[in-house]
Structures are given as C-alpha cells and as structure tokens.
Nanobody, 127 residues
Framework: QVQLVESGGGLVQAGDSLRLSCAVS??????????MGWFRQAPGKEREFVAA????????YDVDSVNGRFTISRDNAKNTVYLQMNSLKPEDTAVYYC??????????????????WGQGTQVTVSS
C-alpha cells in the first residue's frame, strides 16, 4: 500500500515562506519512477493543480498564479517531494495535497491522472 504524508503547513503572514514536504512509502512503489504533483483546494472551490515534477526532476511546471514564487523539487533518495512557497499571499490559503502518477501521462494537468494522494496539509496566509 502506498502512503503519501504531507507536512510543513501552518499559519503565516502575507510575504512569508513555507516549505511543504511529502514523504512517500510503500514497498512496491518505486518513487523514482513516478511523476509527483502538488494540488490545493480552497474552501468552496475545486481542487486545482499547483506544480508537478517528473521522475528525475528535469521537467517541472506550475500554474501561472504561483510561477516565480513556488518551486517544486524532489529527493529520490529520501522518497520525498517538496514545495517551497515564497511571497505567500492570502489567496494561497488552502489545503495542499501531494499526489503521484506514472510517467505515461507526460505533462498532462488532468487531476484524474494522479493515482495516489496524501491527506493534505493546511496552509493559511493572513493579510
């Protein structure tokens, strides 16, 4: 069974930074072969794509609203993916989820292509 556990969320002020982590475990799960993504869901809104990184970290992409502020990275030796969030804004407030999928979907932003999900971590940015 695959487990994704997010951590690092919290309450911060606008302009602050946070680093989210997502640790992945599962004896049959080869972390280094999976594309990893971060998503977020604000109250009353649908879950939306934030950023993704391919299996070896060579390809990264993100949504326009976080471009230049958020950076996704991964450490395959630690089975962990990160989301460094700088210059946080109140509109970044949401529950943040990490997710994993096989690489056959390329750079698709389709949320339905992700097979494994974490439970989420709350990020609250006050103005």
């Amino acid at each position: 069974q695959v487990q994704l556990v997010e951590s690092g969320g919290g309450l911060v002020q606008a302009g602050d930074s946070l680093r989210l982590s997502c640790a992945v475990s599962g004896h049959t799960f080869l972390f280094s072969s999976y594309t990893m993504g971060w998503f977020r869901q604000a109250p009353g809104k649908e879950r939306e794509f934030v950023a993704a990184i391919n299996y070896n970290g060579n390809i990264k992409y993100d949504v326009d609203s976080v471009n230049g502020r958020f950076t996704i990275s991964r450490d395959n030796a630690k089975n962990t993916v990160y989301l460094q969030m700088n210059s946080l804004k109140p509109e970044d407030t949401a529950v943040y989820y990490c997710a994993a999928r096989t690489p056959r979907y390329g750079t698709s932003l389709n949320i339905g292509t992700y097979e494994h999900w974490g439970q989420g971590t709350q990020v609250t940015v006050s103005s």
